[in-house]
């Protein structure tokens, strides 16, 4: 149990076009979806906090209107980058919190996004 | 200020000789929780192990261990006769321990490599 799924796994796009991502959680709710950014050989830097319903949170430098994110139901959250240019590379991952347990992290497969 | 340290980026070692992973956090929180995930080279985050502040045991699952010490702030990871499939990077990971603070701020990672 607890599966989280990314679709696209990975998507080459064209600089200034827009790519959606998707996370869902396959068999249990997620209140909170996070959404995290990683550069070759680097970490995992959060991006985002995204809670069903509501908008979601950045982490400081993020831009919100770049990085859209849309968290519709307990099982779906999707991340638009818009307008992407060659330094929006890079491999998104997402994970999602089981509701009710909170700590409780499960991490999506990663999207790796390449724009040229 | 939350932060996690990873002082070693790369470890070589040959199949079945052990091999510890340093982690050193800081927080000013004393409800927290600390973390160890897997990134294979497939990407795909692999969830090893939480631990909340409050318990200090050290923790055994087959060939991995974990020691944690608050009065050294460290939450070390020892694999044992270690196997080529061990490779991977490693990275630690702090979360507040508060409700509306679950999101995860994760270490550079160590990148561990098993030679036969």
């Known amino acids: 149990g607890a599966v989280v799924s990314q679709h696209p796994s990975w998507v080459i796009c064209k600089s200034g076009t827009s790519v959606k991502i998707e996370c869902r959680s396959l068999d249990f709710q997620a209140t909170t979806m996070f959404w995290y950014r990683q550069f070759p050989k680097q970490s995992l830097m959060l991006m985002a906090t995204?809670?069903?319903?509501?908008?979601?949170?950045?982490e400081q430098g993020v831009e919100k209107d770049k990085f859209l994110i849309n968290h519709a139901s307990l099982t779906l959250s999707t991340l638009t980058v818009t307008s992407a240019h060659p330094e929006d590379s890079s491999f998104y991952i997402c994970?999602?919190?089981?509701?009710?347990?909170?700590?409780?992290?499960?991490f999506g497969p990663g999207t790796r996004l390449t724009v040229t | 200020a939350q932060k996690v340290t990873q002082a070693q980026t790369e470890i070589s070692v040959v199949e079945k000789e052990d091999v510890t992973l340093d982690c050193v956090y800081e927080t000013r929180d004393t409800t927290y929780y600390l973390f160890w995930y897997k990134q294979p080279p497939s990407g795909e985050l692999v969830f090893l192990i939480r631990?909340?502040?409050?318990?200090?045991q050290n923790e055994i699952s087959g060939r991995y261990s974990w020691n944690f010490q608050k009065s050294t702030s460290s939450f070390n990871f020892t694999i044992t006769a270690s196997q080529v499939v061990d490779s991977a990077v490693y990275f630690c990971?702090?979360?507040?321990?508060?409700?509306?603070?679950?999101?995860?701020?994760f270490g550079t990672g160590t990148r561990l490599q098993v030679f036969p």
């Open positions: 994970s999602a919190e089981l509701a009710g347990a909170p700590y409780e992290q499960y």
């Open positions: 995204s809670n069903e319903g509501s908008k979601a949170t950045y």
């Open positions: 990971a702090l979360s507040e321990g508060s409700y509306n603070t679950d999101k995860l701020i």
């Open positions: 631990r909340n502040s409050f318990d200090e």
